[in-house]
């Protein structure tokens, strides 16, 4: 049963701190998204990556957060310095564009963020 | 741009009932999908379904069953005979290219809450 693994699945830190964050998406899955939810805004698109390249970070904010993918098994989401309001559930999610039927995507089962 | 809105914050039904949870969508492309998933209270996000713009179809599957239509920007998801287990929160989304390789569009969410 493949499935996109994350890790950690918690982490409480300092604001100030850098955090790191990483997703393991399904074997054979081409895209790699990241999303963040918070009560107050709901689920949100942070970025995403197509045969590991970056196609969209919009929905991030450039100044601390980073998004990288070093290789087909492994996307990577770093903010530095976390601030409070950081604080959230991020998700990654895999899919495989280009053909009808696959463009379905799926979740890991998040890592929840607190930034003291 | 695109939007989706899932007017209902929360139902709470007996068990056994049926519950009808509603989401519209907005778009500008004539090419689009839309999906549902559900985030139980563990918190992960379990896929459902996913429909594209050009197959007005409803589809059934067990108790479960959807109903998408264009004419109204609508794609509701009804569950016959509740039970305590469907109790989630449940999210519709929308992705307007690529279906689904790009970033998914949520609603805030229905919060079902199922009494025994």
């Known amino acids: 049963d493949a499935r996109v693994t994350q890790t950690p699945r918690h982490k409480v830190t300092e604001m100030g701190q850098e955090v790191t964050m990483r997703c393991q998406p399904i074997?054979?899955?081409?895209?790699v998204f990241w999303y963040r939810q918070t009560m107050m805004q709901g689920l949100e698109l942070l970025a995403y990556?197509?045969?590991?390249?970056?196609?969209?970070d919009s929905g991030m904010p450039k100044d601390r957060f980073s998004a990288e993918m070093p290789d087909a098994t492994l996307a990577t989401l770093k903010i530095q310095p976390s601030e409070p309001r950081d604080s959230a559930v991020y998700f990654c999610?895999?899919?495989?564009?280009?053909?009808?039927?696959?463009?379905?995507?799926?979740f890991g089962p998040g890592t929840r963020l607190l930034v003291l | 741009a695109q939007k989706v809105t899932q007017a209902q914050t929360e139902i709470s039904v007996v068990e056994k009932e049926d519950v009808t949870l509603d989401c519209v969508y907005e778009t500008r492309d004539t090419t689009y999908y839309l999906f549902w998933y559900k985030q139980p209270p563990s918190g992960e996000l379990v896929f459902l379904i996913r429909r594209n713009s050009f197959d007005e179809q409803n589809e059934i599957s067990g108790r479960y069953s959807w109903n998408f239509q264009k004419s109204t920007s609508s794609f509701n998801f009804t569950i016959t005979a509740s039970q305590v287990v469907d109790s989630a929160v449940y999210f519709c989304a929308l992705s307007e290219a690529g279906g689904g390789a790009d970033g998914l569009t949520f609603g805030k969410g229905t919060h079902l809450i199922i009494q025994p």
């Open positions: 990556f197509r045969n590991r390249a970056p196609l969209d």
């Open positions: 074997l054979g899955h081409n895209t």
């Open positions: 999610a895999s899919g495989r564009s280009g053909g009808v039927g696959q463009e379905t995507q799926y």
